[in-house]
Nanobody, 118 residues
Framework: QVQLVESGGGLVQPGGSLRLSCAAS??????MGWYRQPPGKQREWVAT???????RYADSVMGRFSISRDNAKNTMYLQMNSLKSEDTAVYYC??????????????WGQGTQVTVSS
């Protein structure tokens, strides 16, 4: 069983930046990803990274967000730049999904709130 703990959320003005972290423990992790749930909406996929470094992004964040991982630290990151109000959501870390089918795994973090507002 994998344990995931997110950090780094907060309040930021439009156009600003935030960096989220997800620390993993408990098992070997291959594919990891970020999902988010905007207020009143369903959870949606944001980005995925495989253990070999391959990455995928949702169209809505392409060019603004960057996903990365440090395998030695079992930590994944999401650098978010040029933030917009529509990026406001609870962001969740996920592990164990399928990179090629772009499906989530069974392990989820507790979520971290990101609010973009002036």
């Amino acid at each position: 069983q994998v344990q995931l703990v997110e950090s780094g959320g907060g309040l930021v003005q439009p156009g600003g930046s935030l960096r989220l972290s997800c620390a993993a423990s408990g098992s070997t992790i291959y594919t990891m990803g970020w999902y988010r749930q905007p207020p009143g909406k369903q959870r949606e996929w944001v980005a995925t990274i495989a253990d070999h470094g391959g990455v995928r992004y949702a169209d809505s964040v392409m060019g603004r967000f960057s996903i990365s991982r440090d395998n030695a630290k079992n930590t994944m990151y999401l650098q978010m730049n040029s933030l917009k109000s529509e990026d406001t959501a609870v962001y969740y870390c996920n592990a164990g999904g399928d990179f090629w089918f772009n499906s989530p795994g069974c392990s989820w973090g507790q979520g971290t709130q990101v609010t973009v507002s002036s």
